[in-house]
């Protein structure tokens, strides 16, 4: 008599969705895409704010003051947005704060968790072009990028946002 063996099949990997909290309009778009997305994919949402450093290095009291002000308001607004996510997802999102370049900082939190799956970013919608993250994704930072990205164009209504997800 031969023995069948049964393999359960783990549950697939779930997907996070990255988005990049700045102070631009189209964060609202792609912060709203990925919300979408993740909520009819079963996945989740991870935001990342970055804080920029300085360049006072000789005034290091009043550059730890600053530092420890932004780190307060960006917590702050990952905090609201976090409610927004819940919101729309039903669950809660990871909250990162980091400091250094936004460019580094990404690609560092994608090296340092591999559960997040995809970068959303949306465009600028000005005529200069669709932003620096998305200039430097799509150039010479692609190459170090081991996740897919997805652009959104930034100018969508949440209606078109809603129908495309």
Not at 6 to 11: A, C, G, R, V
Request: charge should be negative.
């Amino acid at each position: 008599m031969t023995e069948t063996t049964t393999t359960e099949s783990s549950p697939p990997p779930v997907r996070i969705f990255l988005v990049v909290v700045d102070d631009s309009p189209e964060l609202k778009v792609a912060l709203r895409y990925a919300c979408l997305r993740a909520r009819k994919s079963g996945g989740k949402v991870a935001l990342l704010t970055v804080l920029e450093q300085g360049e006072m290095q000789h005034w290091m009291a009043v550059e730890n003051l600053i530092r420890e002000e932004q780190r307060g308001e960006a917590e702050q607004k990952l905090q609201k947005l976090a409610r927004e996510v819940n919101q729309l997802t039903g669950t809660l999102p990871a909250l990162y704060v980091r400091e250094g370049t936004v460019h580094e900082e990404v690609l560092a939190l994608i090296a340092e968790e591999p559960s997040i799956s995809i970068l959303v970013l949306a465009a600028g919608t000005d005529p200069e072009g669709p932003g620096p993250m998305i200039s430097y994704y799509t150039g010479r930072g692609l190459a170090r990028l081991r996740i897919p990205l997805t652009i959104v164009p930034g100018g969508l209504s949440t209606e078109a946002l809603d129908a495309i997800t």
